[in-house]
């Protein structure tokens, strides 16, 4: 353990020499503190008044369906390729050295704890919207927080031991994700039938989105039981529901540890591709995504060959292809499906807890909600994957053509999801045809628009790393592009009350495009060398 202890006191002074030898690191750091104690000031220090808070309930439902989804997905992507815990340095030093695989296993979790823990540091701004919504004290978000770190870090162990029994056969794999999909459908089983037994009406959603069975279904319902008996100080009952915790976490590590499974073979392959992701990201080797060749298992083959295509459109092909494969229906894929979820949850709910909402005005909201998602997805697209390889930058085509029709895919795609889930949701709800068509064109403009803002950061800032100061440029630059058509809209709304929706919104829809399309023009070389965004 001496080993460890030094090697994490190291690590410790080495970041801390790191962000002192990097001023706009060390700026970002102090303007990131500021203001969470800003944030934290302020809302011990703001006059306590009378507010209509939303029902508890409600967040014990939204927090339970955030467990279930973080759960679920994290779940399903370690039975793929296993938990990330240790990275190609720790591969190399530690796996090599004369220090017991039980330390090396503790240093690993402790680290992955941490790294957890600091990923979640930024819900706390969301505090200030928590405590003006719900009864809740900033000790109960504090406890939100902590309790959502701790939960993916025990879904984390418990994947990496389901991993290491399953991997390599593909019935135990089998039989493990219908475990997974057993739990998350349990949970929906036992929601619908509260539901239905109090009379299927809008003030049934409560009960059955709160309901204690729910808490006995492992492992989100534990931690939600746990984090909310805290907040109502039922102290025994969130003791019952930690110690249920505990036991599981060290029952999970013990039979990690006392099998016979060797987990240096296991993570060792997951931190290489992980290793060889982030190398792609920093535009130093292009990413393969291969894993390993003599695993077993089924590959769908379908269609092969990109088919079409000839010079720089042959990229649009390719992507087409790629998609076709991730999907039967191309470009309609679990994307597609998780955000029309999201909205078809959101749209309800707020029409059903929110007074004085219409159905535009809810669709309007859920709207904004997907444009929010939007932004964060959009950085996973075709095109910023296609800027990892060196292949786009050797075909002998004009640059200004090459950067078109390889973000095509990447503009298209929220065009046609926006299709999809607005009229969706505009007959779900009845609302009006046009109010669904101007949520779609205002979805659709936004992904323009944040592909357009990925062009131009490639431009000013070079490789898309999407962290730390870039990325906060990054949302300042796309704040500004947007404003213009904002405001032009709120006038048009100011100046002409009784105009529809679709009218009013025009002016942002249009500005969104024609600044989208003047960005890509006066980028128009940006791949004329590879140097030019290295």
């Not at 085509?397 to 298209?412: R, V």
């Not at 898309?464 to 947007?482: E, P």
Request: glycine share 6%; hydrophobic share 55%.
């Amino acid at each position: 353990m001496k080993a460890v202890n030094y090697l994490i006191r190291r690590q410790v002074k080495n970041f801390i020499k790191d962000i002192l030898h990097h001023p706009s690191k060390l700026l970002l750091y102090i303007f990131f503190i500021a203001f969470l104690v800003f944030v934290f000031i302020d809302t011990v220090k703001s006059p306590a008044k009378q507010r209509d808070f939303k029902d508890m309930r409600l967040l014990q439902g939204i927090f339970l369906v955030l467990l279930l989804f973080l759960g679920t997905q994290n779940a399903l992507s370690s039975l793929k390729k296993g938990s990330a815990i240790f990275s190609m340095p720790d591969v190399n030093f530690l796996f090599v050295s004369p220090v017991s695989p039980k330390a090396v296993l503790f240093y690993g979790l402790l680290k992955q704890m941490a790294g957890i823990l600091l990923s979640f540091v930024f819900m706390a701004f969301y505090s200030g919207t928590l405590l003006d919504t719900f009864p809740i004290t900033l000790g109960g978000v504090a406890l939100l927080i902590i309790f959502m770190a701790l939960f993916i870090f025990s879904v984390q162990v418990f994947s990496l031991l389901t991993y290491s029994f399953v991997h390599g056969s593909q019935k135990r794999t089998a039989a493990a994700r219908a475990l997974i999909y057993t739990a998350l459908g349990l949970n929906v089983l036992v929601f619908i039938i509260i539901f239905c037994r109090n009379g299927r009406t809008a003030a049934a959603i409560y009960p059955a989105i709160s309901s204690p069975y729910l808490e006995y279904i492992p492992l989100a319902g534990w931690f939600q039981g746990a984090v909310f008996a805290f907040i109502a100080g039922q102290m025994a009952r969130a003791a019952a529901f930690t110690a249920v915790i505990a036991v599981f976490l060290i029952i999970s590590i013990i039979l990690f540890v006392k099998t016979d499974v060797d987990y240096y073979e296991d993570v060792l392959e997951t931190a290489q591709v992980r290793f060889e992701a982030a190398e792609a990201a920093r535009g130093r080797r292009a990413y393969t995504g291969r894993r390993n060749v003599n695993e077993k298992g089924k590959v769908r083959t379908g269609r092969t060959g990109i088919g079409k295509g000839c010079g720089a459109n042959t990229f649009f092909y390719k992507h087409i292809c790629e998609a076709r494969r991730r999907s039967r229906f191309v470009f309609a894929d679990t994307t597609t499906a998780v955000m029309l979820t999201v909205n078809l949850i959101s749209y309800f709910i707020i029409l059903n807890v929110s007074a004085g909402f219409t159905s535009d005005g809810a669709m309007l909201v859920s709207a904004g909600i997907s444009i929010y998602i939007l932004f964060f997805m959009n950085g996973l697209g075709d095109w910023t994957r296609e800027l990892a390889k060196p292949y786009i930058y050797l075909v002998p085509e004009p640059p200004f053509k090459k950067l078109i029709w390889a973000s095509m895919t990447t503009i298209i795609k929220p065009a046609l999801d926006g299709v999809v889930i607005f009229a969706v949701m505009c007959a779900a709800a009845r609302a009006n045809p046009l109010t669904g068509l101007f949520c779609a064109l205002l979805y659709a403009s936004c992904g323009f628009l944040f592909t357009a803002g990925n062009v131009l950061a490639q431009r000013l800032f070079g490789s898309m790393s999407n962290r730390g100061v870039i990325m906060l440029l990054y949302i300042f630059m796309l704040i500004i592009i947007m404003a213009p058509g904002a405001v032009l809209s709120l006038a048009v709304r100011d100046a002409f009350p009784q105009l529809q929706v679709i009218v009013r919104g025009l002016p942002a829809v249009g500005w969104n495009v024609a600044v989208s399309c003047l960005v890509f023009y006066f980028c128009r070389n940006l791949l004329s060398f590879f140097s030019d965004i290295s």
